[in-house]
């Protein structure tokens, strides 16, 4: 596989967070600071960490590389068909997000998941 350059890859946040200690922020920060092009989502936020907030799957207009959960499973059962629609090329289960129910429909439509968390990731050279 040859190797991309992080500002050409898309990742979406899903349940992005403007509060410090909340690892979906962190993971905000660490992403844009690796150079990644990055889309936090959340409904009622419009920016985090200066970065343009898209309030749904919906509204991003852009292919996503990586689709990064950072909501439970019973928040993520009714985005389930907008998760598949966007298509990413990936979706990583941070702790505590893992659904069987979207493993079972990403298997189904060809779409590669990890569980694993974004942060030690990207720590440690492997996102």
Do not use: W
Not at 50 to 78: F, M, W
Not at 94 to 122: D, F, K, W
Request: glycine share 4%; net charge positive; hydrophobic share 40%.
């Amino acid at each position: 596989m040859k190797p991309t350059n992080p500002c050409d890859r898309h990742v979406a946040v899903l349940g992005a967070s403007n509060k410090p200690v909340r690892y979906s922020y962190q993971a905000v920060c660490l992403l844009k600071e690796k150079g990644f092009v990055v889309t936090p989502i959340h409904p009622k936020l419009a920016v985090i960490e200066r970065l343009k907030v898209a309030p749904n799957l919906k509204s991003i207009q852009k292919p996503v590389d990586t689709l990064t959960l950072y909501v439970g499973p019973e928040r993520i059962r009714p985005l389930m068909d907008e998760i598949i629609k966007l298509k990413p090329k990936r979706v990583i289960f941070n702790p505590g997000t893992e659904s069987s129910e979207l493993v079972s429909r990403l298997m189904q439509a060809g779409i590669h998941y990890l569980e694993a968390c974004t942060l030690v990731m990207l720590r440690i050279g492997s996102f």
